[in-house]
């Protein structure tokens, strides 16, 4: 089996490079007409199957939105993951786990490894120094899967950590990229990427990462084809997958309706595999 990296350049060369969210927000949900319980949530979960299935790079479900149902919500993502990559669409588990030890490694366990929740990759936080991701990197790498690491996140507050400058003369999200390109060396496009907002005014520089950028942000929030040029080099566009959620979802409820604006942000955004 080609690894994640592999597979995603393979992906976004075939379907384009929009990775599509599934957030079931409690406003989403009423404004498609579901019930604020597991049986809205389900249904909503299986409208955005049927959308993207087949049709994008990259899925991400964000697990806090499933999580807020309890054991039913979980059952919903156990049950929508399974069904994407049993068709071969590459999930990525947005749950932003960040932890030590025995705590990391069962994190890591449970994302990416072939337990119930098992996706293609997870996004994690470093935030607890880049050495507490070891348990998610050595079995990503094992299971020749995927992890994306929170870099330079757009919220106001990130900047806080992110922004400050070590003795190195390096800023701390700069330091994550670093790390990230350490691990995908090789010349293959790599398995860990990052995590950069497509709103923020400036960037780490990412020239050496040779894996994915994905790029929240896009769309609804402010982010697009403009913001991504201004902050991205053009030799490392191609390695952008933006991100795409609420830009999409508020077309819903109507499978038709979810695949037309994912097919105009996929020519959108085509620029970026040229």
Not at 85 to 91: E, H, I, P
Not at 148 to 170: K, M, Y
Request: aromatic residues 6%; contains cysteine.
């Amino acid at each position: 089996m080609r690894t994640f990296g592999g597979r995603l350049r393979h992906a976004m060369r075939h379907f384009g490079p929009v990775c599509a969210g599934i957030d079931p927000h409690p406003e989403l949900l009423r404004s498609w007409g579901l019930t604020e319980d597991a049986d809205g949530l389900e249904r909503f979960a299986e409208i955005c199957v049927e959308a993207f299935d087949g049709l994008v790079a990259l899925v991400k479900p964000q697990v806090a939105f499933f999580e807020a149902f309890g054991s039913g919500g979980i059952a919903v993502l156990e049950r929508t993951i399974e069904v994407l990559r049993a068709s071969g669409t590459l999930v990525l588990a947005d749950a932003k786990r960040g932890d030590i030890g025995s705590t990391m490694d069962a994190y890591a366990r449970t994302w990416l490894a072939d337990g119930p929740l098992g996706s293609d990759a997870v996004t994690v936080s470093p935030y607890l120094g880049f050495g507490s991701l070891a348990p998610a990197l050595t079995l990503a790498a094992a299971n020749r899967r995927g992890v994306f690491v929170l870099a330079a996140t757009s919220n106001p507050e990130g900047a806080q950590v992110q922004r400050a400058v070590l003795a190195d003369a390096r800023t701390v999200a700069q330091t994550m990229v670093d790390e990230a390109a350490a691990r995908n060396t090789g010349g293959d496009f790599g398995s860990v990427g990052v995590v950069v907002g497509a709103t923020l005014s400036a960037v780490p520089d990412l020239s050496a990462l040779n894996g994915p950028i994905l790029m929240p942000g896009v769309g609804a929030q402010g982010g697009g084809p403009e913001t991504i040029r201004e902050l991205v080099p053009e030799p490392m566009l191609g390695a952008v997958v933006p991100s795409v959620s609420r830009e999409v979802l508020r077309a819903g409820p109507t499978v038709p309706a979810l695949r037309a604006r994912v097919h105009a942000l996929q020519d959108t955004f085509a620029f970026l595999q040229k």
